[in-house]
């Protein structure tokens, strides 16, 4: 079973390299709009122009 997964995903990620780079920029930029939002938990309008306004910007973006 485990061999069947492994080789399902080496078939639809091509290069494993890009693929860990990939990860690891999306999961530093997740660590760090979680501390942002800890950091500026009480300015509630900064929260909402500085991270969700973007995060709707940039989604509608990349839908166009």
Do not use: P, Q
Request: proline share 0%.
């Amino acid at each position: 079973m485990t061999g069947e997964i492994e080789r399902s995903i080496l078939k639809v990620v091509k290069d494993i390299l890009l693929f860990v780079i990939a990860f690891t920029c999306c999961g530093i930029g997740a660590i760090g709009m979680i501390y942002l939002w800890w950091k500026w938990s009480t300015n509630y309008v900064w929260l909402v122009n500085g991270i969700f306004l973007w995060i709707i910007h940039l989604n509608w973006e990349f839908i166009l």
